[in-house]
T-cell receptor, first 110, second 111 residues
Framework: DAKTTQPNSMESNEEEPVHLPCNHS???????IHWYRQLPSQGPEYVIH???SNVNNRMASLAIAEDRKSSTLILHRATLRDAAVYYC???????????FGKGTKLSVKP | NAGVTQTPKFRVLKTGQSMTLLCAQD?????MYWYRQDPGMGLRLIHY???????AKGEVPDGYNVSRLKKQNFLLGLESAAPSQTSVYFC??????????FGPGTRLLVL
């Protein structure tokens, strides 16, 4: 399975945009890029996913590089509730191969 | 629509005891998963199921068994609990485009 690399931690100020990077240089053509987040003491929560084009939803935006070897999750205005561990995951469609790494721990300062 | 639920929320076992964790989903999803998460780590896949009556091993299956007798339920069993199985267990079901929906977790402490 293709691997992702994320910074261990990032900090942001409340109400400012946050750009969470993810490198996935060995991505294959059929791998979707998924982002999940895990708030303290909760199960992971789906955020967004995409294949080639940039994606927007009510939670975030996903910017995918043209060569697909990296992507960026964008939170447009961070809130205290966005403090969580964010996981970037590649999924090739085979059952059970959502591989969660250590993710990026996002801290949001008031 | 409750999504994915897990019971119990918390359990303490002694070494050698057995228990079953229950996961239920009301979204009519075919695929279901059991993960474990240890402190400071990401999730690791234990077992999964692609439909009623089918199960398969994940990354860390040893010491666990699973059953999927009904589509909406996925059971995780520990026949003889060990301290190394102290962890938080998450169940998930999979919807469209491989999006997984997770339960709130079961915290298990094995003494």
């Amino acid at each position: 399975d293709a691997k992702t690399t994320q910074p261990n931690s990032m900090e942001s100020n409340e109400e400012e945009p946050v750009h969470l990077p993810c490198n996935h240089s060995t991505i294959s053509g059929t791998d979707y890029i998924h982002w999940y987040r895990q708030l303290p003491s909760q199960g992971p929560e789906y955020v967004i996913h995409g294949l080639t084009s940039n994606v927007n939803n009510r939670m975030a935006s996903l910017a995918i590089a043209e060569d697909r070897k990296s992507s960026t999750l964008i939170l447009h205005r961070a809130t205290l509730r966005d403090a969580a561990v964010y996981y970037c995951i590649l999924d090739g469609g085979s059952q059970g191969n959502l591989i969660f790494g250590k993710g990026t721990k996002l801290s949001v300062k008031p | 629509n409750a999504g994915v639920t897990q019971t119990p929320k918390f359990r303490v076992l002694k070494t050698g005891q057995s228990m079953t964790l229950l996961c239920a989903q009301d979204m009519n999803h075919e695929y279901m998963y059991w993960y474990r998460q240890d402190p400071g780590m990401g999730l690791r896949l234990i077992h999964y199921s692609v439909g009623e009556g089918t199960t398969a091993k994940g990354e860390v299956p040893d010491g666990y068994n699973v059953s999927r007798l009904k589509k909406q339920n996925f059971l995780l069993g520990l026949e003889s609990a060990a301290p190394s199985q102290t962890s938080v267990y998450f169940c998930a079901s999979e919807g469209r485009q491989e999006t997984q929906y997770f339960g709130p977790g079961t915290r298990l402490l094995v003494l």
